[in-house]
């Protein structure tokens, strides 16, 4: 799957999407961030509803499990209580949140950050991709700017069904995983800046190499966890070099920085010491550096009784299951800042995930779906 | 200047050079390779003629002096001999030769290393860049795929005008270079592998980061030159990461690798702990690494007869001269496998080359063209 938020593959998934939305009756919702909902009516519709779902978009040469599953997995859901004629007291809603990878637009999860109040909709819109494209300009190219305000209303309780995207659940032998809440995330972007030069008539000792300091700087980060210690994950995923000719100094290097953990103070200490040693770094090697922030986002707890609940489904369905944490950041850790919120988690093959192998037992996707469709059901009914 | 080779631009830059060398009333010969002569007869045309010359491609936003200079001050010398109707014995001839900098197609020096039998005609042809088009299609498209043959001819003297590209001669205070030869260099490809994952639920001990790999190898690389000892410069210039998206752990990182010495046993030392050392890099972060050398050349030692003239010349005229070695490679390189060869060499301010800011005093250009103009006159009436 390669298909980036806003692109022409995100509209054809969008548009049969809609069109699966419209075969079962349900009313449909695109809200000014494309966030696109699918209603079906409880009894009691004045009630908070429940909701459920993930996210269409994929990474570059990503899966076709990743966020697809828990939009699927809902949909199915959906389907069962519709052609089984079952009412609910109160109504249920699926959704597809726009942006979730964050690839094209960063920050990640701008449909349910914007949604939940966490991000402002006009500095969403003005996010631009690598080709300076704005999320604005994109969101009305492909359609899908609708016309209701991307803002939170009660909901009653809202689950997402994902793939673990880990090893852990695999390891484990288990088929159910019940994550307890999401790692904190913090993300930064590294402007290093040295001086470009021919690579052959400038001495060592002359030079001033923005992708040396940055290799320094790679390094650093991948020590900073058996530093740090907890469950601390770090990570450098993009870099792009200039002016990139085998035979010049490189005198401009980007590169990001992913910083993950439950302990929030852990992943704190862990920017604090990237703030601190990358200047170091930098100066030692004659070269500036900036950073940004761009991201940061503390770890999220579910909400107790739902995870209770998730738990003890999947041991009612006689699913082996299995209490963890999401290393993965979701668009449930928004909702959760203004929901009861919780997930489902199903092992990923060989903990492979992000690529093209991703792959999740069918089987495994079956007992998911069904951990999902009681849970809604048992929600939906309180 | 954005001229890379074979491209419209370097096709405009042919065109306008062609037609300085018709207004000179020069015999213009365009071989299978793309490069261009223009030839002044002399008294005796059936001597080795003089032959003078560099190139006019770029770096990707190089300068206008790196190659251009050695050119224009060729033909600025012919223009000088034509305007004065100065009669020589031997003919002398301007030549621009086909991809020097080597940038969109590697390695370096394609034109003039066909030409003196070192690289094969063909296999030259076949040489693509990034987007897969070949050397071949690419000079046949710009019309500048000649009939003549391009190989090698008696040549009684080459001489090659160019910026010093270093900070030697601004820091010694002198106004000509008068190099003795050419640092060997050796470039690598290197290719490491890993596996993609997310970067959240991927614990750092499972983890198989081509990235990380990579960067302890760059360190590596420019650590070998205080390691080796002598004149040993190494670079990475140019790297590419995939798939290079912010939460997945790289699997697939390109790398270049450029090492140059005077001295061929350091430089060959220097590649043989870098086939040595990064295996061991990538075993130790679960990555493959594939090395390919893709270019090798010997240091250059050029004619000292030629080397001593353009000494002579440089203080006969009331220049400073400084005696030293090029940094970078040329295509006096290949010449002077089968021709005496000299080159003169002129200060590049603050020793930066191959950047837009790129600078020579006009001079300085002046000063080096006449040294130019007075060798090649003192060799054609040899």
Known sequence: MHRLALTDEDKQARDLFVQWLKELGLEITVDEMGNIFGKRKGRSPQLPMVLSGSHLDTQPKGGRFD????VTGALEALRTIHENHIDTERSIAIVDWTDEEGTRFAPAMLGSGVWAGYFDRDWAYSRADLAGKSFGEALERIGYRGKTQARKWPVHAYYEFHIEQGPVLEKMGKQIGVPKGILGITWFDVYVEGQANQAGPTPMNARKDALVAAAEMILKVNDLPPK????????????????????IIPDRVRFTVDIRSWDDPFKNQAAEAIKKEFPQIGQKRGCSVRMEVIWEIPHTVFASNLVIRVEKVASLLGYSNYSMVSGAGHDAAYVCRVAPTAMIFVPSIGGRSHVEVERTRWEDCEAGANVLLHCLLQSANE
């Open 67 to 70: 966020g697809i599953l828990g």
């Open 228 to 247: 740090m210690g907890g469950d601390l994950v770090a990570t450098v995923g993009e870099i792009q070099n200039f002016p990139n000719s085998r035979n």
